[in-house]
C-alpha cells in the first residue's frame, strides 16, 4: 500500500477532480450526494454497534462520555479537512502517512519477532539489549500506546531490534530511491 500511495500520489488529486466534474456533468449531483448518504448511514450503523458493545462493558457515564470526545474529535476533524482539503498536497500527505505505515509495519516486524523468539523458533542472541522500562515502561498508558501503534518494547532481544531496524532501512530505502521515468 504504501508504495501504491507514492505511485499514486502525483496524479491523484488531478484524475479526483477530473472523475467528480465528468460524473456531475453526466448525471447532475445526485449520485454524488446518494454516496455520500450511504457512507455516512453506513458510519452511522457502525457507531451504533460499537456504542452497544461499549454499554454492555462500561458503565452509562463511561459509555456517554466517550460517544462525546468522539463526536466532539469527528466534528473537529471534519471541520479540518473540509477546510484544507482544497489547498492539501496530496503527495506530501502520502509520504508523511506512509512513514507513519513503515512504523507501524516495523512493529508488526518486531512483534512477530518477540513472538517467534518465545515460541523458539528464533533465537534471540542477547536477551534484552536494553532495558528501558525504569523510564518508560511496557505496561505505563504510554508504553502502551506506543507498543500498539509502533511496537515499542522497553527490552527487546537483539533479533526484536534487528529486525525493526532491518525492515524499517530496507522499506525507507526503497520508499525513497527515486523512482524510474515511465516513458510511454
Known amino acids: 500500500m504504501i508504495f501504491w500511495m507514492r505511485r499514486q500520489s502525483g496524479k491523484m488529486k488531478s484524475d479526483l477532480e477530473s472523475k467528480v466534474n465528468q460524473a456531475v456533468n453526466l448525471s447532475g449531483a445526485g449520485p454524488l450526494y446518494f454516496l455520500a448518504l450511504i457512507s455516512v448511514l453506513r458510519e452511522g450503523i457502525e457507531l451504533a454497534l460499537y456504542l452497544t458493545a461499549s454499554s454492555l462493558t462500561s458503565s452509562g457515564f463511561q459509555t456517554l462520555l466517550g460517544t462525546t470526545i468522539g463526536l466532539v474529535?469527528?466534528?473537529?476533524?471534519?471541520?479540518?479537512?473540509?477546510?484544507?482539503?482544497?489547498?492539501?498536497?496530496?503527495?506530501?500527505?502520502?509520504?508523511?502517512?506512509?512513514?507513519?505505515?513503515?512504523?507501524?509495519?516495523?512493529?508488526?516486524?518486531?512483534?512477530?519477532?518477540?513472538?517467534?523468539?518465545?515460541?523458539?523458533?528464533i533465537p534471540d542472541i542477547i536477551n534484552p539489549i536494553w532495558d528501558l522500562n525504569p523510564f518508560l515502561d511496557d505496561h505505563s498508558l504510554v508504553g502502551v500506546i506506543l507498543s500498539t501503534l509502533f511496537g515499542y518494547h522497553g527490552n527487546p532481544s537483539l533479533t526484536e531490534a534487528l529486525g525493526y531496524c532491518?525492515?524499517?532501512?530496507?522499506?525507507?530505502?526503497?520508499?525513497?530511491?527515486?523512482?524510474?521515468?515511465?516513458?510511454?
Not at 82 to 101: G, K
Not at 166 to 184: A, N
Open 166 to 184: 532491518v525492515y524499517i532501512l530496507v522499506t525507507l530505502f526503497v520508499f525513497v530511491k527515486p523512482q524510474k521515468l515511465q516513458v510511454g
Open 73 to 121: 474529535a469527528a466534528c473537529l476533524l471534519g471541520y479540518l479537512l473540509y477546510n484544507t482539503t482544497l489547498r492539501l498536497n496530496l503527495q506530501r500527505f502520502f509520504q508523511v502517512t506512509s512513514v507513519i505505515l513503515i512504523l507501524f509495519a516495523a512493529g508488526l516486524v518486531a512483534h512477530s519477532v518477540a513472538e517467534f523468539n518465545d515460541a523458539g523458533i
